[in-house]
């Protein structure tokens, strides 16, 4: 899962995604993630599985249980990783476990605070972070999480980095925000006080967005996005296109969908993918040149997620 790629100082393409054991349901993700690096010849792949980048470290680190949605930059000399990690205090799930039923995914998921891991080689040994880069505010729109980061290195070394939270817990809406940090080594601190997107009026708080990746294209910033319910952009699980010239006020892209669920395979069949979500671009010599996402078949996982 959040396939995010780099090119490496060997001239390979390193993928850091997320990963948990097929004994585990689809929802566990919350519970039993880990972040891994794959490495592959081209872009496209095949990727092969190299080493797991952050394992679990122990319930008195923030990021002690879990390691989900990497997102891989390089800044000046480092490869920096942001990603986010939680713990828990309830007995490790076995597989068969539900945790979304029995509610330890709810109080993993209420843990879920953004983190960094660095290095000058893209094989490691990296820097974690003790303590999260960015915490919850209460009292404020974010007072629940800190999720989902999407970097953009800046052209000064800077950082621009959006994130997701909501005011109480998982339920809709979920919203996004923005902080940033005159070098990757923090501190980060908010650019705004409220959300970037409010799309939701009082009659419909399903119009969901989540998943943003970030981009800066030489004189202004762009987006990509997931429209959760298909609202904004026409299609449920969609992707959105937006721009702003400062990464704070945003304005939706003519035309507004970016991607799409439906995907054409290279032998020319075409799918309905139950998700496709966390779209990451590569960018080389400055254009994009190719779209990850992670995405599975069928309608389950992604109405278990809506559920969520």
Known sequence: ??????????????????????????????????????????????????????????????????????????????????????????????????????????????????????????????????????????????ASITSNPSPVVLPDGGVYLMYKSSQKNYDPPLLLGAAGAKTFRGPYERLSDKPLFEFHTAGQMDNDVEDPFVWWAKDHYELIMKDRFGHICGEEGGGIHALSKDGIKWDLADPVKAYSRNVTWDDGTITKQGNFERPFLLFENGKPTHLFAATGAGSRPYQLERSW
């Open 1 to 142: 899962w959040d396939p995010s790629v780099v090119k490496g100082e060997d001239g390979l393409y390193h993928m850091f995604a997320s990963r948990w054991s097929k004994e585990y349901g689809f929802g566990n993700w919350v519970t039993n993630s880990e972040i891994v690096r794959a490495v592959s010849k081209t872009p496209a792949g095949p990727y092969k599985f190299a080493e797991v980048v952050l394992p679990a470290r122990g319930k008195q680190f923030f990021d002690g249980c879990v390691t989900h949605n990497a997102r891989i930059v390089k800044n000046g000399k480092y490869f920096v990783l942001y990603y986010f990690g939680n713990h828990y205090t309830d007995p490790k799930p076995k597989p068969g476990d539900d945790v979304w039923d029995n509610g330890l995914g709810q109080k993993a998921w209420m843990n879920k605070r953004i983190g960094m891991a660095w290095s000058k080689s893209v094989y490691g040994p990296c820097t974690r972070s003790q303590k999260p880069i960015l915490e919850p505010r209460p009292g404020h729109w974010d």
